[in-house]
């Protein structure tokens, strides 16, 4: 029997009826944060001392008195019972890129046959999960296997739902006994607070007295695509490894751009309005929502946050995302490539530096000293991203975003710089020694003079740039759609806080030797923006002549993930992350092992996916239609070229089919490197040249014969 899809039973039978969704008439003061444990929620339910004590934790990284942890542990165990939690869990990001959880009861058993609710201070302050399957990269041997969870109070606390009850969430981060981190948010933590020192440091250098605090602010914005569920199932494939291994592409695919920014269908916006419902119970404040480029391709943004709070909820948004459609009959696919042809998603990071003060430090500013300052802390960007491309891509890098990277619908795998023409041109008057716009002393050190106030969303924005300057912060686009954005963050923190120190040291050096402040400020932006200017690319990044440009100025372009993870560990890299505290030579390896581990698993999962199904779903189904037509029984030259042309292909599918089977049939060797390379070189083209086999099939094949959804219909059907 065909799987074909009656289509007539999905999206257009689909209705929202027997759906309960409330519909708040105050989502701002009802609903937004309503499942946080906010601060003011804290402060209202603690005595003053405990709270004062509390809060320089939260703010001051003291570690918390453990005489009031069992205070604050009551108070979130009240907290969270009022609004229906009956466990609470510890919540990590191990390595593996997505978040992890343990639930425990709040319910304790007593001696007495009763049971009692508890939760006390040593069950926040830390915990223990059953850590021996959690990737390590060889930093614990399952012998030693243990692990810990440590709250992290700069994150709040939140509720989860589901439909038969609630857990409190903490969120944590997850090491070895032995202090390594074995997750993605110590790192980040510990690179929040390189930025903060930096910076102050650099602030310091102008005069700037009053900040007590510099964080790293993140806005992400998630593209992401929905299709049927009905499909989803009907795909091994998708339900496998998130992407489609086969397809032909449909008649119509995104060129006549009438999906992007076009209306939302309701049922989609019905889901979207759930899931954004849920994001502001939990505190998210998501902003916008449209749809993007390709077919049943969608994306949502929040507002930035403080960069720990933005990783934390960049990972809630995509668990709200994936269970909310299951609702509305939809799967949301977060893969970098789900289909072929199409447009891939990514994630854009948007990237900056606030003051507590609530300055943005890459916001041009109004005064002539904000302007020096604003270009300070852009050379400094300019030089970290120059003197760390491989880095920078490195953290990109999965098997699942090769399909987009360097593809000619997404940011090339080279890593320069869009900084725009109005910027661009002012650098170069500053290091022309011409300064300013006029006959006036200029910019720099010399006059009075006011930076133009750039526009956000200049004219000629860029979308071809992965890593672009938009108007008051970095926005960087190379990120997949699917990866936690933790390792992202954690890298543009560290080489914005190593360049930061680098530049402040050599003002510091001049001023030591009599140099005014603004002559050797003026002269280090000079220097830096000289030396590391090639890194900038105002034009369009897909074309060839960029590719040949950027190799002429000694640009990397680490076109696969492969070659990106092993640069990691190189010794600038060891020494860079060293120097700033953020891993040790040892938690660097580890997580380089553990990059290509999940990469040569990803591949070897598709690699036997697509000889499962090509093997046992299209090689019959083409059999099937093949013995048909040779069997009319009617003699006709055409209907013999058809059945030969069939053939022909049918031949090539099942060499191609044989190669790669002799390929799967190998894992590369015994390390992860070798390994990785077999995916790369042998088992991907193997894969490829199958699903081109495949795909011309399925357009020579009766439509009732074939086993798999189309293009056309899961694209489609919405
Ligand atoms: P785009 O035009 O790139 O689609 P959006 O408005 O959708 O832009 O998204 C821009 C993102 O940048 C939002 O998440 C926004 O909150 C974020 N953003 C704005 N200012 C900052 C900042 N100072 N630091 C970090 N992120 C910021
Ligand atoms: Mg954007």
Avoid at 54 to 81: C, N, P
Avoid at 248 to 256: F, H, M, N, S, T
Avoid at 419 to 441: P, Y
Wanted: a negative charge; charged letters at 20%.
């Amino acid at each position: 029997m065909s799987s074909n899809v009656d289509i007539s039973s999905l999206a257009k039978n689909w209705r929202l009826d027997g759906l309960q969704y409330p519909s708040p008439t105050d989502v701002v003061n009802e609903v937004f944060a309503s499942d946080v444990l906010t601060m003011e929620e804290m402060r209202q339910r603690l005595s003053k001392p405990v709270w004062k004590s509390l809060v320089a934790t939260i703010e001051r990284g003291a570690t918390l008195d453990s005489a009031i942890a069992d205070t604050v542990a009551m108070a979130m165990k009240t907290w969270a019972m009022e609004r229906g939690a009956t466990h609470f869990t510890h919540w990590f990001q191990p390595l593996t890129g997505l978040t992890a959880e343990k639930h425990e009861s709040f319910v304790t058993p007593t001696s007495d046959g009763s049971a009692i609710s508890q939760f006390s201070g040593k069950e926040l302050i830390q915990g223990e999960p059953d850590a021996s399957s959690f990737p390590s990269g060889g930093l614990r041997a399952t012998f030693e296997a243990r692990g810990y969870t440590a709250w992290d109070p700069t994150s709040p606390a939140f509720i989860t739902r589901h439909s038969n009850g609630a857990t409190l969430c903490v969120p944590t981060a997850f090491a070895s006994w032995t202090g390594e981190a074995l997750d993605n948010k110590t790192p980040l933590l510990r690179s929040i607070e390189d930025v903060n020192i930096a910076a102050k440091r650099a602030l310091a250098l102008f005069g700037d007295t009053d900040t007590q605090r510099v964080v790293s602010t993140v806005g992400v914005e998630q593209e992401y695509f929905l299709i049927d569920e009905e499909f989803y199932y009907r795909r091994p494939d998708l339900v496998m490894c998130g992407r489609t291994l086969f397809g032909a592409q449909p008649p119509k695919g995104q060129e006549l751009e009438d999906h992007y920014f076009g209306s939302i269908p309701d049922r989609i916006l019905t889901y979207m309005t759930d899931a954004e419902h849920q994001l502001y119970a939990l505190g998210i404040p998501v902003k916008t929502r449209h749809n993007e480029v390709a077919p049943g391709q969608f994306e949502v943004a929040p507002i930035f946050e403080q960069s720990n709070i933005a990783a934390d909820h960049q990972q809630l948004v995509m668990q709200v995302l994936r269970n909310t459609a299951r609702r509305y009959g939809l799967v949301c696919l977060m893969h970098e490539k789900p289909f072929a042809g199409v447009n891939g998603s990514g994630k854009h990071v948007n990237w900056s530096m606030s003051t507590d003060g609530g300055q943005n430090l890459l916001e041009p500013g109004d005064t002539p000293q904000n302007n020096l300052q604003f270009l300070f802390f852009c050379a400094a960007i300019i030089r970290a991203l120059d003197l760390h491309q491989d880095l920078v891509r490195t953290t990109v890098a999965s098997a699942s975003n090769d399909h987009r990277l360097g593809a000619n619908e997404a940011p090339p795998a080279i890593m320069s710089m869009f900084l725009g023409e109005q910027l661009t041109e002012i650098f170069e008057r500053i290091i022309s020694g011409k300064g300013g716009s006029s006959k006036k002393a200029g910019i720099l050190g010399l006059g009075t003079e006011v930076l133009p106030k750039l526009p956000q969303h200049a004219g000629d924005r860029n979308r071809t740039s992965p890593f672009a300057f938009t108007g008051n912060k970095f926005e960087f686009r190379a990120v997949g759609s699917s990866q936690s954005v933790s390792f992202a963050i954690t890298v543009l923190n560290v080489i914005a806080a190593e360049s930061i120190d680098a530049m402040s040291a050599m003002i510091a050096a001049r001023i030591k030797k009599k140099q005014s402040f603004e002559s050797a400020l003026s002269d280090v932006i000079k220097d830096v923006y000289k030396k590391h200017s090639r890194i900038i690319f105002n034009g369009d990044g897909y074309s060839d002549d960029w590719h040949k440009e950027a190799a002429k100025r000694g640009l990397l372009n680490l076109t696969t993930s492969v070659s990106a993870i092993e640069t990691l560990v190189n010794a600038k890299n060891k020494d860079l992350f060293a120097t700033q505290g953020v891993l040790t030579a040892r938690e660097l390896e580890a997580r380089q092992e553990v990059m290509l581990d999940q990469y040569f698993k990803s591949v070897n999962i598709e690699g036997e996916t697509t000889e499962w199904i090509a093997q046992t779903q299209i090689l019959p189904a083409v059999l099937r239609y093949l013995r048909e037509m040779s069997s009319v029984g009617i003699t006709s030259k055409a209907l013999t070229g058809m059945t030969d042309e069939l053939a022909a292909h049918a031949d090539e599918f099942i060499s191609a089919l044989s190669l790669l089977r002799k390929q799967n049939a190998e894992l590369g060797g015994e390390t992860v490197h070798t390994k990785s390379h077999h995916m790369l070189d042998n088992v991907i083209p193997a894969m490829n040249q199958v699903r081109s086999a495949a795909d011309a099939l399925e357009r020579l094949t009766a439509h009732d014969h074939w086993p798999l959804p189309s293009y056309r219909e899961m694209l489609f059907v919405k």
